[in-house]
Every structure is written in C-alpha cells, then in structure tokens.
C-alpha cells in the first residue's frame, strides 16, 4: 500500500482548487471597500508614510551646556529653554567633536521639545 503523500494528485483536485481561489477573489473585489477595512487606491506610498519630516522640524541655536555619557549633551537654548540630545548620524560618521561651550544649531521635534539632534556647529 503507497502512503497517502506519495500519491499522484488528480488534475481535477487541481482545477477544483484553481476554481475555488477564482471563486474567493471575484467575492473580495464585490464588497465594498469600506466593509473590508482597505483604502484601496488611497494607500500612502513609502515617503508620505514617515511620520515627520526634515522640514517639519524646529531648528533652535544654543550653547552645550553639559556633556553626559552616551553621547548625549545639555544645551541651552537663546529663549532660555534647556535641552537633551545627540549628535546626528552625518557629525559622528565625520567625527566632528562637540564640546561644552559651543554654539550648535539644534533640530527639534514639534512633538517632544525636551530632545533634538545636534545638526551643525558653529
């Protein structure tokens, strides 16, 4: 006796299979879009997905005021506003050094005020 999946599949399985999967798809394309859930041709592409962009940032100036571990340093800002962040990828890959002291320009998000990326120093 052949075990069950070793046997040769009949072509008519196949075709069964083939109507049903035809079958499923004419069903999806007849409900509306709003009963299953999807936009359709709505769908954001991949660069309208990024939650904010570079323009949306705000850029503050300020002075570093303390160097902490981790790459993080303290700035105060010229409105007195005092804040956490790092430097941004581009200035570590350049290893540009930020010390206490310097002017920086700082970008910071519209979203979480207390931490931005060190984007230039002056």
Sequence with gaps: ?????????????????WL??????????????????????????????????????????????KAMGGGMMEFQCENELIIRGVLSGRMKKHRIRVLVGDRVKVSVSPYDTTHGIITYRF
């Design 20 to 65: 049903f999967q035809r079958v499923c798809n004419l069903k999806s394309l007849l409900v509306p879009l709003s009963l299953k859930g999807g936009r359709g041709d709505l769908k954001k592409t991949r660069k309208e997905r990024h939650r904010v962009s570079r323009d949306d940032l705000i850029q503050l100036e300020g002075v570093v005021t």
């Design 1 to 17: 006796m052949v075990p069950w999946h070793t046997k040769k599949r009949t072509g008519s399985l196949n075709l069964f299979t």
